[in-house]
């Protein structure tokens, strides 16, 4: 399966102006083949071909107004080409129906914060000896690495984030096990399987018992991040003060993001680890963010959380479900299975109307979710 490593990398001054000219030319050169197929379907003109942008792009580094084009490497430009194939096929997709409809293809605006450009093999961009990370026409960047590649990887994506900062990713094929986490059938407890409830009051609630508190990231930081956009609103726009301001934002909410990140690794991991099976509610996390809740619902970030369950379970030979949305584990009693209807949502504990047992509700929807996961992955 297929794994992406990212890394934090520190350009110096002048590997960061390198960088900055492959983002600006990337983004040019993704407008302007956007631009061209804008205009030729507006004219009512056949649809330009992928093979035609990339030789407007060549001829246009031989004229006087785009010859800057030719100081960055030749494979980031192309890459900013597929990336604006994938993205009409995206769009295209849709239309069809073989996939959820988005956009169509937007123009890149230069004010954007996050950039980023992609190196193939042909760039011949490599890890050197000394494991820095050396890029055509940007020199030997400083990585700092948290682990081992488990493979070579065939591209590598260098990221500037709205914060500021630079990272490196790779995509790469892997197996299960090699990077000190569990293989198949390892781990403490490995052949149990365990349902989980997700919620509010607690992140998740697990079938045997466990409830693991919700951090709400964001709301603990919401003091410092109100300070930031106040002073961010009151600096003249367009002006350097602003710049640093909006800076200052950027890196706020991302040590948000960061440290929510982090807890769900830590969370899915440790589950992954513990657990045979592992079975999940499937919450419309849109509908959701459209209540009252939505600033809780976005910090809790369950579908990020979900999607780290899935990917590690299958990649550590863990069974993996999810539970349809619909499936009413607040109404059955896990213990009998009788439906004894909605409840409120202030109702934390009841009794079962027909055996008598008592449940706390979050408990006894993660049970029911345990039971309904065995049913479906049983057949």
Not at 150 to 168: L, N
Not at 323 to 344: E, M, N, T, W
Request: proline share 4%.
């Amino acid at each position: 399966m297929q794994l992406r490593y990212s890394f934090r990398i520190y350009p110096t001054r002048g590997q960061q102006n390198a960088l900055a000219r492959a983002f600006g030319c990337a983004r040019v050169v993704y407008n302007d083949a956007l631009r061209a197929r804008e205009e030729a379907r507006e004219a009512g003109l056949p649809y330009v071909t992928a093979a035609e942008l990339s030789a407007a792009m060549t001829a246009a580094k031989r004229t006087p107004e785009r010859a800057w084009l030719g100081e960055v490497s030749a494979v980031v430009l192309q890459q900013s080409l597929r990336d604006l194939e994938a993205a009409y096929r995206a769009f295209f997709d849709g239309l069809a129906g073989r996939r959820p409809k988005v956009g169509s293809p937007r123009f890149k605006s230069r004010k954007d914060s996050r950039r980023s450009i992609r190196f193939t093999a042909n760039a011949r961009w490599q890890i050197t000896p000394g494991g820095k990370l050396a890029l055509p026409k940007v020199g030997e960047v400083k990585v700092r690495w948290s682990r081992r590649l488990p493979s070579v990887p065939p591209t590598v994506t260098v990221v500037k984030d709205t914060a500021g900062r630079y990272f490196c990713s790779f995509v790469v094929e892997t197996t299960g096990g090699g990077t000190g986490e569990p293989g198949p059938g390892e781990g403490l407890g490995a052949g149990c399987d365990v349902g989980i409830d997700l919620g509010l009051e607690h992140f998740a609630v697990t079938s045997d018992g466990r409830k693991i508190a919700s951090p709400r990231f964001l709301r603990r930081a919401e003091k410092k991040l109100r300070r930031a956009q106040r002073a961010l609103s009151r600096k003249q726009k367009g002006s350097a003060n602003r710049d640093k301001a909006r800076l200052k934002v950027a890196r706020a909410h991302a040590g948000v993001a960061d440290a929510r990140r982090e807890f769900h690794h830590q969370l899915s991991t440790a589950l992954v680890r513990e657990s045979q099976a592992v079975y999940v509610e499937d919450l419309c996390v849109k509908g959701l963010a459209r209540t009252r809740l939505a600033a809780s619902v976005h910090d809790a970030g369950w579908s990020q959380f979900t999607k780290m369950l899935e990917y590690k379970a299958r990649r550590y030979g863990r069974t993996f479900a999810r539970v349809d949305r619909a499936f009413p584990s607040s109404q059955l009693c896990s213990g009998c299975g009788y439906r004894d209807g909605p409840k409120p949502l202030h109702v934390r504990h009841w009794t079962c109307g027909h055996c008598g047992a008592g449940h706390d509700r979050d408990v006894n929807a993660a049970r029911n979710i345990l039971h309904e996961g065995r049913r479906i992955t049983s057949g």
